[in-house]
């Protein structure tokens, strides 16, 4: 059982394998207006490759920041859900 997500609000962020905290968020923030969702975390590897050379990189730094300590010790995120998302 999935919750869908309100335009509000957070969405819980859970990693793929952590069936326990994905269990126990839906239970404990169903009907909680402030974590519109709990989904699991879609992606299945780094999409990003060997770096190539391009003509002109307009960017000046890396955009990826590090995760949240909260991804790495206990397998969820928190992220806040745009009302123009869906």
Do not use: K, N
Request: glycine content about 10%; charged content about 35%.
């Amino acid at each position: 059982m999935e919750t869908v997500p309100s335009p509000s609000g957070y969405v819980a962020v859970v990693r793929r394998g952590e069936d326990g905290v994905f269990r126990a968020f839906l239970e404990h923030f169903q009907g909680d207006p402030d974590v519109t969702g709990v989904i699991w975390d879609r992606r299945v590897r780094d999409r990003r490759g060997m770096r190539q050379a391009v003509a002109v990189d307009r960017r000046r730094r890396d955009r990826r920041a590090a995760p949240p300590s909260s991804w790495a010790t206990f397998g969820f995120v928190f992220a806040p859900r745009s009302a123009d998302r869906g």
